[in-house]
Nanobody, 123 residues
Framework: EVHLVESGGDLVQAGGSLRLACAASGFSSDNYNVAWFRQVSGKERKELLCIDRDDGTTYCTDSVKGRFTISSDDTRNTVYLQMNNLKPEDTAVYYC????????????????WGQGTQVTVSS
């Protein structure tokens, strides 16, 4: 059974940095991707941020490229989201999610989700 557990969320001042971690376990093969999404309070939509791909490459959306980077340890048991120059509009619950469906930006194509970690950026 796949389990994803996020950690690292915190209250930080604007301009600061945080590193989130996603502990991943239970994947039955190496052909999975792990992505970071976020959801702003009161909004239904989950926004894709970055994807750690099974071919060793990464992808981040233009909205966070240059500020956020995704990486993983050698075993891909932990996937990190490094967030720099944080802004108040980055305040959200951050989720990691996993999929065997290949490269996809659609939240509904991710079958496994963590419980989320709160990031709050004060101005």
């Amino acid at each position: 059974e796949v389990h994803l557990v996020e950690s690292g969320g915190d209250l930080v001042q604007a301009g600061g940095s945080l590193r989130l971690a996603c502990a991943a376990s239970g994947f039955s093969s190496d052909n999975y991707n792990v992505a970071w999404f976020r959801q702003v309070s009161g909004k239904e939509r989950k926004e894709l941020l970055c994807i750690d791909r099974d071919d060793g490459t990464t992808y981040c959306t233009d909205s966070v490229k240059g500020r956020f980077t995704i990486s993983s340890d050698d075993t891909r048991n932990t996937v990190y989201l490094q967030m720099n120059n944080l802004k108040p509009e980055d305040t959200a619950v951050y989720y990691c999610a996993g999929t065997y469906r290949g490269f996809t930006t659609r939240p509904y194509e991710y079958d496994y989700w963590g419980q989320g970690t709160q990031v709050t950026v004060s101005s």
